[in-house]
């Protein structure tokens, strides 16, 4: 099911937390962040809007790590239904995909609901100060199905690059911020949050 992001409040805190890497590690939001910002993406294995962005947000992710923000990634699927998404599941995937940035496993998914995350992918950027500066899409491209039609853009992850450079110049949040659109997060039976 396609869902979008919340589009939770600008300036908010980033919510703390101590998550399992793909080796095991636990990390916290301290462990990953850069010095001038952090992304928080949440995404998946399986879902065909990260599968469309995934080898150039990886290429993006290392651009803005030269820039000192970090990426994190975050996967909090009810790996019960969707066992594709699981943690040696995520582990191929990462190494696959050559993330050079942690790939986290939120089991218990209260991340995701902390981070008001609703869809795959969800990306969040925070400031230095780890406070909302823009969230929304990567892009304006989606997968092409028989029911879409593919739309280029002129700079793969030109909507998160755009804020990362508004951020990097010290300049307000983009006043213009589109939802990132993606499939629903899969919740445990029990764990729905009342927005999602």
């Known amino acids: 099911m396609r869902w979008t992001s919340m589009m939770t409040g600008l300036g908010l805190a980033a919510p703390d937390f101590s998550l399992p890497d793909t080796g095991g590690r636990l990390r916290s939001l301290a462990d990953?962040?850069?010095p001038n910002g952090l992304v928080v993406a949440f995404i998946c294995n399986h879902c065909p809007f990260v599968l469309h962005i995934v080898d150039p947000f990886v290429k993006v992710a290392a651009g803005l790590a030269q820039r000192g923000i970090a990426t994190v990634a975050i996967s909090s699927n009810d790996v019960a239904a969707h066992p594709e998404d699981g943690p040696v599941q995520m582990a191929d995937f990462a190494r696959a995909r050559d993330f050079a940035f942690p790939y986290l496993?939120?089991?218990s998914q209260s991340v995701a609901q902390a981070y008001q995350a609703a869809c795959t992918p969800d990306l969040f950027?925070?400031?230095?100060g780890l406070k909302l500066y823009y969230r929304g899409?990567?892009?304006a491209s989606?997968?092409?199905t028989a029911h879409t039609q593919h739309v280029?853009?002129?700079l793969p992850g030109g909507d998160l690059l755009a804020a990362a450079q508004s951020l990097l110049a010290g300049a307000p949040?983009?006043?213009e911020q589109r939802a990132s659109m993606g499939c629903s997060m899969k919740w445990k039976p029990g764990n729905e949050p009342e927005w999602g």
Request: no cysteine; proline share 23%; glycine share 10%.
């Open 32 to 34: 990953v962040r850069g």
């Open 173 to 175: 949040p983009p006043a």
């Open 152 to 154: 280029p853009v002129p």
């Open 125 to 128: 950027l925070y400031d230095g």
């Open 142 to 144: 989606r997968p092409q």
């Open 105 to 107: 496993y939120d089991e």
């Open 137 to 139: 899409q990567f892009d």
